[in-house]
């Protein structure tokens, strides 16, 4: 949450932003989604690491309905 706030509040003053997202699995059997929200800060482009979340935390497969939801998820809670 410390990180997400100030990340969340720049690419909210920003015109527009940007979501890239990469789903990593591991040893552990975790699919975690990792997204980095890109915007526009004093006028140099800024690429910022946003969040971390388990897609199968409230689902059985890594599937594209699960990825979306989580990314929803991310971004509502960011505010954006």
């Known amino acids: 949450k410390m990180i997400k706030e100030p990340v969340s509040e720049k690419a909210r003053r920003s015109n527009c932003f940007g ?15 990792i997204p980095l929200v890109k915007f526009v800060d004093n006028g140099k482009a800024s690429t910022e690491f946003l969040a971390i979340d388990d897609v199968l935390e409230h689902s059985t497969s890594a599937n594209a309905e699960a990825i979306k939801t989580v990314s929803i998820k991310q971004l509502n809670e960011s505010q954006l």
């Open 19 to 33: 979501l890239l997202s990469d789903e990593v699995g591991d040893i552990s059997c975790k699919e975690q989604l």
